[in-house]
């Protein structure tokens, strides 16, 4: 399944539930470890991630980041394409 066509919400439903793999689970921490109290005050980290879970806090640091945090959230976003191309 190509992925690069797909919506923001559109990836989410289809890795709500489905685990990040650890790529994404590293790019998810650091975003925390980065940026959390700045970007993400309103969101608690998850011990195991879901593909769907990551992509929220890429669309935060998007939203509620600056331009300091977007190439972080693209790399976030480009992680979980890949994830669920491959998945499916």
């Keep these: ?30 975003a925390f470890k980065d940026f959390g109290a700045h970007s993400l005050w309103n969101r608690k980290p ?11 806090i890429a669309d935060n640091l998007r939203r509620e980041g600056s331009m300091k945090t977007l190439p972080l959230a693209v790399q976030i976003e480009e992680a979980c394409r890949a994830a669920i191309q491959t998945a499916n």
């Design 1 to 30: 399944m190509r992925t690069d066509s797909l919506s923001l919400d559109e990836l989410k439903e289809l890795g709500a539930g489905v685990a990040a793999p650890e790529g994404v689970v590293l790019l998810y921490r650091q």
């Design 46 to 56: 998850s011990e195991h991630p879901t593909i769907a879970q990551a992509l929220v």
